[in-house]
């Protein structure tokens, strides 16, 4: 499984998530029209160990589901991303699905929901300037 919704929030939406590197809860005012299109497609709950971020990694990820390279998110059943900056604040970055590793994602402002079947296993590519992204995780 595996959605897209595009401008899931707007500019000054995205601008105001993107300020702060940090935790948040799934009760902030700010996430209610995001969830709204996450739980209008699949059956989420946001209780403990779901959680959500913002997340700067100029590193990237290595390929992954969002169990966990050691499983230890195995509770994880779905992950939803939001990227925050636009892509020209931004150099590499790309977000790439295993089944089509060769077309890089980026989607400003896109909500991207996957679970975590072996073709969603995915990876972020290292970065240079300001990425930010909006993760969730849902058990």
């Known amino acids: 499984m595996r959605h897209r919704i595009a401008n899931v929030v707007t500019i000054k939406q995205a601008q105001n998530l993107a300020q702060n590197i940090t935790y948040l809860t799934f009760s902030d005012k700010r996430l209610t029209r995001i969830l709204a299109h996450i739980k209008s497609k699949v059956d989420i709950n946001t209780m403990a160990p779901s959680y959500v971020r913002v997340e ?79 993760l969730m995780f849902f058990a």
């Not at 100029?58 to 499983?71: A, F, I, Q, R, Y």
């Not at 996957?114 to 909006?134: C, K, M, T």
């Open 56 to 134: 700067q990694k100029p590193g990237g990820h290595p390929w992954h589901l969002d169990t966990g390279t050691k499983n230890h998110m195995s509770w994880c059943k779905y992950t939803a991303r939001v990227l925050l900056t636009p892509e020209d604040s931004f150099e590499g970055g790309g977000f790439y699905f295993r089944d089509d590793p060769n077309n890089a994602l980026f989607g400003y402002r896109d909500l991207i929901l996957f679970d975590q079947i072996p073709p969603n296993e995915h990876f972020v590519a290292s970065h240079s300037g300001d990425r930010r992204v909006l």
